[in-house]
């Protein structure tokens, strides 16, 4: 279901690689990612690094385009880790409450996790 649950606490490492290549539809995309920790909101947070975002023109010029993104975080053992997407389309693409179906685009997203410590540093900095 794209949801990981953390086996341990510590400070972690995430970051994702997001690309949108438009299929069929052909008109101007904004397709977004963001990293959401159990379940929150974190789309156009004021930490750039929890989320990134691609505009594609259309399915003739400028058919794709790829963002990354990586942010430090200090999480729970139990704690979840997704990556939500959110997309804009042509006229009203800055709401990012569109939809599309397969056939009008793709999105892809690598996402690495990697324990730094399993003590605090972020309170320490």
């Known amino acids: 279901n794209g949801v990981m649950t953390l086996s341990e606490s510590g400070t972690y490492k995430i970051s994702v690689i997001m690309t949108a290549e438009i299929q069929?539809?052909?008109?101007?995309?904004?397709?977004?990612s963001y990293i959401s920790f159990n379940n929150n909101d974190n789309f156009r947070s004021q930490n750039a690094g929890l989320w990134g975002m691609v505009y594609v023109r259309d399915d003739n010029f400028g058919v794709g385009?790829?963002?990354?993104?990586?942010?430090v975080a200090e999480l729970t053992s139990g704690?979840?880790?997704?990556?939500?997407?959110?997309?804009?389309k042509a006229s009203s693409n800055r709401?990012?409450?569109?939809?599309?179906t397969t056939s009008e685009m793709h999105m892809w997203c690598q996402v690495e996790i990697e324990q730094l410590t399993t003590n605090s540093?972020?309170?320490a900095i």
């Open 24 to 32: 069929t539809y052909g008109n101007r995309i904004v397709a977004g």
């Open 65 to 71: 385009n790829t963002c990354s993104y990586n942010t």
């Open 121 to 123: 540093v972020i309170d």
């Open 79 to 88: 704690d979840t880790v997704s990556i939500r997407t959110r997309i804009g």
């Open 95 to 100: 709401n990012y409450n569109s939809t599309a």
